[in-house]
């Protein structure tokens, strides 16, 4: 069942933890497309990358809040995914942020067919929608009783993924 709130409005009010799950090779058309045209170009990260988003994971994290993520994906890396971790992670750790890799490149995916979402509290969910070529469509917010299937689903991911520091010391680019 849909509800009402917003993305924003669920970042807003959150008291404990957001926990997002990805499962895409790219989100190239869904944000920091200048940014991934320099990483493309071979051009250094620019000062100042992220700043936003570091912002607002600060001052959520200075609150006691958790802000963590498990990323689907198998090697090899995509240009897409070398940017995202290369960049967008280790830039983001900065504020807080936490972040899982569930490599599937030699295992089967525990969580295959389960699409991109936030869960905000264990209690409230809101489902990624993207077009084929990773461009961001929205979001659909459950209620709270829907919100249970993805508390498995992040119980599963997080129970096969590993900590992106340590994947990325032997795999990252």
Request: aromatic share 16%.
């Amino acid at each position: 069942m849909a509800s009402s709130r917003t993305l924003g409005d669920l970042f807003e009010a959150f008291e404990r933890e957001a926990f997002r799950l990805e499962t895409l090779n790219d989100y190239s058309r869904s944000g920091n497309v200048d940014a991934y045209r320099e990483f493309q170009a071979g051009r250094p990260r620019p000062e100042g990358y992220n700043a936003d988003w570091v912002a607002e994971l600060s001052a959520h994290t200075r609150q006691g809040k958790r802000i963590y993520r498990v990323h689907v994906l198998a090697r090899p890396l995509t240009e897409y995914l070398r940017f995202e971790l290369g960049w967008g992670y280790r830039t983001n750790t900065t504020g807080g942020e936490e972040f899982f890799i569930l490599d599937t490149t030699d295992m089967p995916n525990p969580i295959e067919g389960v699409s991109d979402f936030w869960l905000f509290d264990s209690a409230h969910a809101a489902v990624m929608n993207y077009d084929d070529a990773g461009a961001f469509r929205g979001a659909h917010i459950l209620t709270d009783v829907d919100s249970e299937m993805y508390v498995r689903y992040r119980e599963i991911a997080l129970a096969h993924a590993e900590p992106f520091e340590d994947w990325w010391a032997k795999y990252g680019e």
